[in-house]
């Protein structure tokens, strides 16, 4: 376990997803930033990986679907699109199941010699196996504010939360709420 009582697949993929911040466009993904990131999310020890602009296009992609899988999951409707972008990005990256021992199961590598972008797809994809497989995936969730969309992992007893903090954009959906009914009370008269 780790963050929150989130499971290690969750962490890694909410992570990953979160890489860019929808409401100021901040993407690490789209700039210098991304090979040390990438660096540190795969574990890896060498220095900060080379990663050309197609592959990290590829890997936006990717998480996009993601965010909009996890949309989904939140009771919005997904842009059917950007989930088919995804799918064809991981499509385009062959991966190995390896069967792996008693100390781990079953899991997903990207060949040897592939680029770390690859890798990075391959570790997605075991990621968001292993969150399908032990139920956890309803939980992975994007926040129900449409200028936020930042995506979290639901540890609400009743897997009902909306949003990804209550603080912010919750209150707000709260407030914007009364205020309508407000007005709708006034013109009632």
Partial sequence: MTIEGQP?????LVAFINTRHCP??????ADERAPAWLTSWLGRDDAAL???PDALLALRDLREG???????????QP???VIEGAATVLASAPVILRLGDNQRGPHL???ADADPARHAAAAVAQ???????????ARVKSCAAADCRWVYFDTSRNRSRRWCDMTNCGNRAKNRTWRERV???????
């Avoid at 290690?8 to 890694?12: F, L, S, Y």
Wanted: aromatic share 4%; glycine share 12%.
């Fill in 8 to 12: 290690e697949a969750v962490h890694r």
């Fill in 24 to 29: 100021d466009g901040d993407d690490v993904l």
């Fill in 50 to 52: 080379h990663v050309g």
């Fill in 66 to 76: 993601m965010r909009e899988l996890a949309a989904a999951n939140n009771g919005q």
């Fill in 79 to 81: 842009d059917t699109g």
């Fill in 109 to 111: 590598v990207a060949e």
């Fill in 127 to 137: 990621s968001y196996l292993t969150v399908r497989a032990s139920g956890d995936w």
């Fill in 183 to 189: 007005r709708a009370g006034e013109h009632a008269d």
